[in-house]
């Protein structure tokens, strides 16, 4: 069971870790991309920390509603429906369930039905399907965020700009699984799991 208030500050620090690693962000996406992850994922989680802060909310899916539609609308390039699709989507669930991995699950595929996505296409799915299943078995840690992480520089991409690179994209962290495994490192820091 997850409460508004802890969520709120899952999303507050996610929003810090994002602004923090804005270059990295950017030099990752630069790597295999177009170079603009970072500066975009700031301007949504900006957006969505005065959102969220500016607020009252007494359930979980309207603050999951407040967060998807404030990402869609304020980030660029993919990530914005991508992400702005994982929290809509959490939000329809969250009207009938506060269990975390179902909410994971939710947002899942929420970007896999916008990105069209499969594991082991060197995108940010390939951060949520590990996370997903170590938070059904209880058993989320960083290790965990970080080795799936790891795994996304072996892989060619065969999805987004970065597949226009083919081989040359191995060897490379994919940007969208590193602002992912922020988002999964800072539900651990807020206590939304029990890393």
Known sequence: MVEVTTLKKWIELFADKV???????????SDIGDGDHGSNMVRGVTAVKEKI?????????????????????????ASGPLYGSAFISMAKVAKDSDDLAELIEAGLEGIQKRGKAEPGEKTMIDEWVPVLDAIKGDALTSEVIQDSLQK???????KGRASYLGDRSIGHIDAGAQSSAYLFETLLEAGVVNG
Not at 53 to 77: A, P
């Open 19 to 29: 602004t923090e690693n804005k270059e990295t962000l950017n030099k990752l996406d």
């Open 53 to 77: 802060d500016g607020s009252e909310y007494d359930n979980l899916s309207d603050f999951f509603k407040d967060v998807g539609m404030t990402l869609v609308s304020k980030v660029g390039g």
């Open 152 to 158: 996304t520089k072996d892989m060619k991409a065969t």
